[in-house]
């Protein structure tokens, strides 16, 4: 799949985290949620209506999880990693004065667009759990308001379901998508431009 799709679809499902963050933080006195479907107003209880939507967007997730997470995210780091550490190596070539100036130009911004393919999809990710923990406080504080039994009890299930469906993942259940992915190819990088400034005596 196109990566730049890839983004767009992740984005859309970190978007509509927020939106249901938003709607539920809405008015927390109100307990109920009025929408409008085929042209009838409907009336339901707003936690238990967030909840439906929080489940269905994670079903969402985890149908496209296969292509986006997976494989898709593992191809693109395998396939640019080389890249990345080829053309930072060409940028240090350019300050030694060994390859022209006006390619460094067009190194960069190469650079730049692999480390938007690379990394985009990880901090996409690490929102939607920075959304799920908004939830999950503000969940908290009206457990610790709520005097009606019955809503304490929605949102009792809402945040026990929140600890289960985190929208954390793991590339085939091993390596976390999240922030500290870009930083751990950082630095694989920064290791093999020192073997290579090593082996090709760059610095003499």
């Known amino acids: 799949m196109n990566r730049v799709w890839r983004f767009i679809l992740l984005d859309t499902v970190r978007y509509r985290l927020k939106l249901l963050r938003i709607r539920l933080e809405e008015d927390p006195r109100c307990n109920y949620y009025?929408?409008?479907?085929?042209?009838?107003?409907?009336?339901?209880?707003?936690?238990?209506?967030?909840?439906?939507?929080?489940?269905?967007?994670?079903?969402?997730?985890?149908?496209?999880?296969?292509?986006?997470?997976?494989?898709?995210?593992?191809?693109?780091?395998?396939?640019?990693?080389?890249?990345?550490?080829?053309?930072?190596?060409?940028?240090?070539?350019?300050?030694?004065?060994?390859e022209e100036t006006f390619s460094a130009g067009f190194i960069v911004m190469h650079i730049f667009q692999i480390c938007f393919f690379i990394f985009s999809p990880c901090i996409v990710v690490e929102m939607y759990a920075m959304e799920v923990e908004k939830i999950r406080l503000f969940l908290m504080h009206r457990l610790i308001d709520e005097k009606d039994t019955k809503i304490k009890e929605d949102l009792h299930i809402f945040f026990?379901?929140?600890?289960?469906?985190?929208?954390?993942?793991k590339i085939w259940r091993c390596f976390p998508v999240n922030i500290c992915l870009p930083i751990d190819i950082a630095s694989i990088c920064t290791s093999y431009v020192i073997v290579l400034i090593n082996f090709t005596h760059l610095y003499g």
């Open 160 to 169: 026990d379901y929140t600890s289960i469906r985190t929208f954390r993942y």
């Open 34 to 98: 009025l929408y409008v479907k085929d042209m009838r107003n409907y009336t339901e209880n707003k936690i238990k209506f967030c909840l439906h939507l929080y489940r269905r967007i994670a079903d969402m997730v985890d149908l496209i999880t296969p292509e986006l997470l997976n494989g898709s995210i593992f191809v693109s780091v395998v396939c640019s990693l080389p890249k990345l550490i080829i053309n930072v190596y060409h940028i240090l070539l350019v300050f030694e004065g060994h």
